[in-house]
């Protein structure tokens, strides 16, 4: 299957501080999916990535995938608590199942 | 409306019990999912179903066994439970390769 390493495993900031997670991959992956799951909670959908280079914004969330798609990042200006959760980023294997990176957790601290 | 909903929420059971948890989804979405997500968060895929057929079925123990009685439904059935298997257990559906939707989850307590 296509594993993915994911960086850091913690990160602590204060609110207002930006945050930026790492999804590497030795093989070229053919999407990726990011993934937040907060506290108790449940993985939510974020966004996919397909296209080599491709950027993505969400609000105070920006998605890339690298040239070569065999990496990602997720990075977030200006975090606030609500932000507070496990980010985890996935790669598709064999077209349906997802093998996720072991996530990166985020606290935010007021 | 729930998307993904399962049940129960919460499962405490002894060792050597069988055990089932329930999964249905609304979305009209064609693959189901079951992962399992030990105590240091990492998710894991156990099962999935395309159209009520099996196409993923990574190595679990045999006595896991799901069952998909229709494209709306996933269930996942636990034979002679191990301290092992304490774990949240996601059921998640997509419409094919596209993100996937998680249930609440279940939380197996395993004594």
């Known amino acids: 299957g296509q594993q993915v390493m994911q960086i850091p495993q913690y990160q602590h900031v204060q609110e207002g501080e930006d945050f930026t997670t790492y999804c590497n991959s030795s093989?070229?992956?053919?999407?990726i999916q990011w993934y937040k799951q907060r506290p108790g909670g449940h993985p939510v959908f974020l966004i996919q990535?397909?296209?080599?280079?491709e950027v993505k914004k969400q609000k105070r969330l920006t998605f890339q995938f690298g040239e070569a798609k065999k990496n990602s990042s997720l990075h977030i200006t200006a975090t606030q608590t609500t932000d507070v959760g496990t980010y985890f980023c996935?790669?598709?294997?064999?077209?349906?199942?997802?093998?996720f990176g072991k996530g990166t957790s985020l606290l935010v601290t007021p | 409306d729930t998307a993904v909903s399962q049940t129960p929420k919460y499962l405490v059971t002894q060792m050597g019990n069988d055990k089932s948890i329930k999964c249905e989804q609304n979305?009209?979405?064609?693959?189901m999912y079951w992962y399992k997500q030990d105590s240091k968060k990492f998710l894991k895929i156990m099962f999935s179903?395309?159209?009520?057929?099996?196409?993923i079925n990574e190595t679990v123990p045999n006595r896991f066994s799901p069952k998909s009685p229709d494209k709306a439904h996933l269930n996942l059935h636990i034979n002679s439970l191990e301290l092992g298997d304490s774990a949240v257990y996601f059921c998640?559906?997509?419409?094919?390769?596209?993100?996937?939707?998680f249930g609440p989850g279940t939380r197996l307590t395993v004594l």
């Open positions: 093989t070229t992956l053919s999407n």
């Open positions: 979305l009209g979405h064609d693959t």
């Open positions: 998640a559906s997509s419409q094919g390769r596209s993100g996937q939707f």
């Open positions: 179903y395309n159209n009520k057929e099996l196409i």
């Open positions: 996935a790669a598709s294997n064999s077209g349906y199942a997802l093998n």
């Open positions: 990535l397909v296209k080599s280079g």
